[in-house]
């Protein structure tokens, strides 16, 4: 009896001694410029005698990450000193590189120091040259001679440099498609058009020449197989993605027949030269030019499939940049949102991870992707910019049957998302596939051609994991038309868009304007085919060309406590009708000065308006859809509604504060705060 009383106390006490255990301290490694990695790499400098400092490379800093891991469960931190840090291949993390709860594993940069992480490589050796008349500047890259290596991107000095363009600035309009017949369907693509005599009579050399053709939402990147100056006529490798329609825009790059104005550049694959155009001022030899390897840079991999993931991993004040993709010389493009084009930061089978106070720049595809089984990450303080496609990725394509390898609960705050779309034209500032429980919160996300915000991707009412999303307190503009810019480059495109059944999904307290589009579709709330269970409340939508809210087609959607102001061809739409309750929509104020009120079919009435403020500045009638006001509460619409002044402080300076004597208030419309929306300073 007394063995098994000592033996029971023993174990008592090994466990009380375990669980009494002190924690590992954390393991601290450094990388530097001056490192070595025949080093340990365990202080931050190198010492006075030379034998020791930090690693020289990131590769050897995960190297011993992982062999720590395999040793110890410690925290670990690895601190970058400032440089440019130039990767051959991405840095692969797998589950085994993983931090636990207690345990986290730390990417960071060291102190205030700003390090790059770089997929480019520097290029050098210039010597001045002339090329159609201008005096350039030349440089020989044998690996583009030997066919190693071939780019679409060079940065100068931290800056985007275009590849030589026809017209500089603006575009040029399709004028026939020769091969489309009464049969033709939108979505056949064509192999040439038809050009206006004079537009391209200065391209003879079509060597690595590319179209970009802008057609309904999205564009084809095309490379010239010839051009046939007596038939107008020019030819491609490969198909556009849609039937092209006369008038459509296009222009022209990389011809050494156009490289005719400071900042451009041609690459000559054949003879391995690089020419490029100075700026006025800019010694190129003593500027740091950088052009793109490698498509990735980070690659997260777990196996969510067999439980395998990667946890507790954030990279913090790090910059990531310069990557270059491309797409396979058979495509000439993507349907929708440039969906196909990676992340430069890659992540699959990741759970509990985070970007914070990161940079993603000059790359020349998505920046963050979240593709198959991720969960409970988040994105937080980052500057997201010059992106080839959009800023950020989540979820897939196709719905995942496994709920480990479902994509959700991602968090994206504080954020600022922005100048993207620059190889890829209809790419999206967010984009959220099939995934659910995601936030964007927040966030500033400004100057891209296509849309800011997308959620869902199934058309219709087929199944969907696109749910219980949460866009709240995000500020979205200069979607469709860019700042500065004189004109939008594609249609059917919205401040934020969505597709498919989203149960729970809210979009709430986000400030949508200035949003354009080129032909038809310039909306700031955009339900699009199948969108149901969606509740958009207490947003503020101004300068749209094509109105403040649009539904296509969907079901049982609420629009309540909005303001929808200044559409130039309309303020609302609604498309097509259906045997159900299409949406309701109460409480919004309705604010306009030109334009129709209503465009769409509402034959079918299947809709509730009820609540709502209309103010027209410049008076005249109210007509709805084709009805007159009374013949419209006729029809069981809108009757505690009010046509009357909504009393904002200063709608001409976009001031939509309510006076406190506002009609709106009376009848129940909530104040929204402005001053709430966008990115929260020193979060």
């Known amino acids: 009896m007394r063995k098994v009383i000592w033996s029971v106390l023993t174990f008592c006490i090994i466990l009380l001694a375990i669980a009494d255990k002190p924690k590992s301290a954390t393991v601290a490694f450094y990388v530097a410029q001056d490192g070595n990695d025949a080093w340990s790499g365990k202080i931050a400098s190198p010492n006075q005698e030379k034998t020791d400092g930090p690693f020289a490379t990131l590769q050897k800093a995960c190297n011993a ?40 594993v730390t990417f960071n940069a060291y102190m205030d120091e700003k390090p790059i992480i770089s997929g480019g490589r ?7 040259a002339a090329l159609n008349g201008k005096d350039i500047s030349m440089t020989e890259i044998p690996d583009v001679k030997s066919g190693k290596w071939f780019f679409h991107q060079l940065w100068i000095n931290g800056q985007r440099r275009s590849r030589a363009r026809y017209p500089d600035k603006g575009y040029l309009k399709l004028a026939s498609v020769p091969n489309k017949t009464p049969q033709s369907q939108w979505t056949d693509g064509q192999i040439s058009f038809g050009f206006h005599h004079d537009d391209l ?7 690595d020449t590319e179209v970009l053709l802008m057609n309904r939402w999205i564009e084809s990147h095309l490379p010239v197989s010839a051009i046939d100056h007596e038939k107008n006529l020019i030819t491609f490798t490969a198909r556009t993605v849609f039937l092209p329609d006369v008038n459509d825009l296009y222009y022209v790059e990389h011809s050494p027949d156009i490289l005719d104005s400071p ?42 499939e067999s439980g395998k993931f990667i946890r507790h991993i954030t990279f913090s004040g790090l910059t990531f940049s310069h990557t270059e993709w491309r797409l396979a010389p058979e495509t000439s493009g993507f349907c929708q949102a440039a969906f196909g084009v990676p992340g430069a930061v890659y992540a699959e089978g990741m759970q509990n991870c985070g970007f914070e106070n990161c940079e993603i720049s000059h790359i020349g595809t998505y920046g963050l992707e979240f593709s198959r089984g991720n969960a409970n990450n988040v994105v937080t303080n980052c500057d997201i910019f010059d992106l080839g496609a959009g800023g950020i990725k989540i979820g897939e394509c196709g719905c995942r049957e496994n709920p480990a390898e479902q994509t959700h609960d991602t968090g994206i705050s504080n954020c600022r998302i922005h100048d993207g779309g620059v190889i890829f034209h209809s790419a999206i500032g967010v984009w959220i596939g099939q995934s659910y429980n995601n936030t964007l919160k927040h966030n500033l996300i400004h100057d891209f051609y ?22 709240e307190s995000n500020h979205v503009h200069n979607i469709g038309i860019k700042s500065g810019e004189a004109t939008p480059i594609l249609s059917d495109m919205a401040g934020i868009y969505t597709l498919g059944i989203q149960p729970g999904t809210v979009i709430r ?48 959607n609420i629009i309540r406590n909005n303001i929808f102001a200044f559409g130039r061809d309309q303020q609302l739409q609604f498309t097509r009708p259906e045997p159900h309750l299409r949406f309701t929509f109460e409480k919004n104020i309705i604010y306009w000065n030109g334009g129709k009120l209503i465009e769409g079919n509402i034959s079918d009435f299947q809709f509730a308006f009820d609540k709502n403020i209309y103010w027209n500045e410049n008076a005249g009638k109210f007509v709805f859809g084709g009805f007159p006001w009374e013949a419209w509460q006729g029809k069981g619409m809108d009757t505690n509604s009010l046509i009357e002044n ?16 506002s009609p709106a208030l009376k009848l129940g419309f909530e104040p929204i705060p402005i001053d709430k929306i966008g990115i929260i300073k020193n979060k």
């Open 65 to 104: 990450l992982r062999e720590t891991k395999k040793n110890q469960d410690s925290p670990v931190t690895i601190s970058i000193r400032n440089g440019t840090y130039f990767l051959s291949e991405p840095l692969v993390f797998s589950p085994e590189d993983s931090g636990a709860d207690e345990s986290p």
């Open 122 to 128: 520097i290029i050098t050796g210039w010597k001045k």
């Open 201 to 207: 009579k200065t391209i003879q050399n079509t060597k």
């Open 263 to 304: 900042g451009e550049w041609y690459l000559d694959r054949e003879r391995g030269i690089l020419y490029y155009y100075p700026l006025p001022g800019e010694d190129i030899n003593n500027a740091a030019v950088i052009a793109p390897v490698i498509p990735q840079l980070v690659k997260l991999s777990g196996n969510p």
């Open 450 to 471: 296509y849309s800011g915000i997308s959620i869902g991707w199934t058309w219709g009412y087929g199944k969907s994991l696109a749910n219980n999303n949460k866009v």
């Open 509 to 556: 307290n986000n400030l949508f304007h200035d949003i354009g589009a080129l032909q038809y579709g310039g909306w700031g709330i955009y339900f699009d085919e199948g969108s149901t269970g969606i509740v958009a409340e207490k947003n503020i939508v101004y300068n749209t060309t094509h109105g403040g809210f649009h539904q296509h087609y969907g079901k049982e």
């Open 646 to 661: 909504p009393l904002f402080v200063n709608p001409k300076k976009y001031d939509f504060t309510l006076n406190p004597k």
